[in-house]
């Protein structure tokens, strides 16, 4: 069983400049969310992709958006990167949208670092 | 608005007494609440749901609701339990996980 993977680990970007993060799921995984976790904070929702729809979205604005591919990897992309936007970046999948039944699955993350 | 606190950034005990970790939530629906592991160079990671009422790992949670409350508890620290501990709240069975800001365990020997 493959586990989640994620790329690149590290990036250092400047203020201003675009970039895309990516994500495996887990095998016999169809959803996909991101999370943001600034240093000495827990993970904050960014949004879910379940079967290549956006199913959810947290407090972040429209310049994070994201794509989710009929294999269900998908990518984060954030425009007009801001300084606040360094942090650690987790994808997690899970086999279903509804995490009720179907516990998030973490992958290492990206770590961003905005100059 | 819907929170979950953990009070302590850091605890730490010696191995062999008792750990208490506090988690604190704020929600008035049906909550269903976790607690997620982070050891040392490894991803975070699923410790124990309250709905399994399981022990994993020696530890176990209560999920209080009068208290708002679902602290992880184990009767006996291991140096292996040294870890970051995110509690996490989640709503009506719902898309997303509300985390707190976790608290470092350092079980020193």
């Known amino acids: 069983e493959t586990g989640v993977t994620q790329s690149p680990t590290h990036l250092i970007k400047t203020r201003g400049q675009q970039v895309t993060l990516r994500c495996s799921s887990q095998s016999g995984h169809n959803t996909v969310s991101w999370y943001q976790q600034a240093l000495g904070q827990g993970p904050q929702f960014i949004f879910q992709y379940y079967r290549e729809e956006e199913n959810g979205r947290g407090n972040f604005p429209p310049r994070f958006s994201g794509l989710q591919f009929p294999n269900y990897s998908s990518e984060l992309n954030v425009n007009a990167l801001e300084l606040d936007d360094s942090a650690l970046y987790l994808c997690?999948?899970?086999?279903?949208?509804?995490?009720?039944?179907?516990?998030?699955?973490f992958g290492n993350g990206t770590r961003l670092t905005v100059t | 608005a819907q929170r979950v606190t953990q009070p302590e950034k850091l605890l730490s005990v010696f191995k062999g007494a008792p750990v208490e970790l506090k988690c604190n939530y704020s929600?008035?629906?049906?909550?269903?609440l976790f607690w997620y592991v982070q050891y040392s160079r490894q991803r975070l990671q699923l410790l124990l749901r309250?709905?399994s009422r399981e022990s994993i790992k020696g530890f176990t949670a209560d999920l209080n609701k009068g208290e708002t409350s679902f602290h992880l508890k184990k009767p006996f620290a291991q140096e292996e339990d040294s870890a970051m501990y995110y509690c996490a709240l989640l709503m009506d069975s719902s898309y997303k996980l509300i985390f707190g800001s976790g608290t470092r365990l350092l079980v020193r020997p």
């Open positions: 997690a999948s899970s086999l279903e949208a509804g995490l009720g039944d179907s516990p998030l699955h």
């Open positions: 309250h709905i």
């Open positions: 929600y008035s629906g049906s909550p269903e």
